[in-house]
């Protein structure tokens, strides 16, 4: 399911993808993918495709954010999912609470660790 997630954020030019491993650090999920759109649009039409390819392959999601774009989240069981605005990102900084020392996460294509 990492890879379908992956796969269609790619496709859909989010930026600076990072996947953080949350095995062992919280019952929430398994994995955790923050990535960044250009614009509230961008996000939210990014969303909106992911939730279909994942109501696709049977994964039921729920969300949240998708009106305003600014951060959208899924929750798509083992794996949440977090969109968000450059700004957006930078002000919560989120990868900062969940991420792991550098050795244990993975960020995709060539994205900066945080």
Known sequence: MVETVLTVLD???????LTIDLVGKTSIADRMVIASGTSARAVAAMA??????LKDIGIKTKSEGERQGDWVLIDAGDIVIHLFRPEVRQFYNIERI???PAAESSPRKGTKRA
């Open 11 to 17: 496709d859909d030019k989010a930026q600076d993808i």
């Open 48 to 53: 909106e495709h992911l939730m279909i390819k």
């Open 98 to 100: 969940w991420q792991a």
